[in-house]
């Protein structure tokens, strides 16, 4: 990952290299784990922007991103999501 730009490259199911910017990360207190939110920019059918997060391990050369299992985990995720959503609106009242 580059940290200083803020984005990293990942290889698809194709085998295609696909450029990626991260959102936020975060250490939930609960799960003791470490999240990456991150977008590869490309939209869904209603416009939105594509949204994905993995489960990571800071200060490391080679950063595997891990999937999220748990229906807690996305729970946690999601709840950040909406709040930053809702300051997100806020600011541009």
């Known amino acids: 990952?580059?940290?200083?730009?803020?984005t990293f490259?990942?290889?698809?199911d194709e085998g295609k290299?696909?450029?990626?910017?991260?959102?936020f990360t975060f250490?939930?207190?609960e799960t003791k784990k470490n999240y990456i939110v991150y977008t590869d920019n490309t939209?869904?059918?209603?416009g939105n922007t594509k949204?994905?997060?993995?489960i990571y391990t800071p200060d490391t050369?080679?950063?595997?991103?891990?999937?999220?299992?748990?229906?807690?985990?996305?729970?946690?995720i999601e709840t950040i999501l909406e709040e930053l959503q809702k300051?997100?609106?806020k600011e541009e009242e």
Do not use: F, G
């Open 17 to 23: 290299e696909i450029e990626c910017e991260i959102l």
């Open 27 to 29: 250490e939930s207190d």
């Open 61 to 76: 050369d080679n950063t595997k991103l891990l999937p999220i299992e748990t229906e807690k985990e996305w729970k946690i």
């Open 1 to 6: 990952m580059n940290e200083e730009e803020m």
């Open 51 to 54: 949204v994905y997060a993995s």
């Open 9 to 12: 490259k990942v290889i698809d």
């Open 87 to 89: 300051d997100t609106a």
């Open 43 to 46: 939209l869904d059918e209603e």
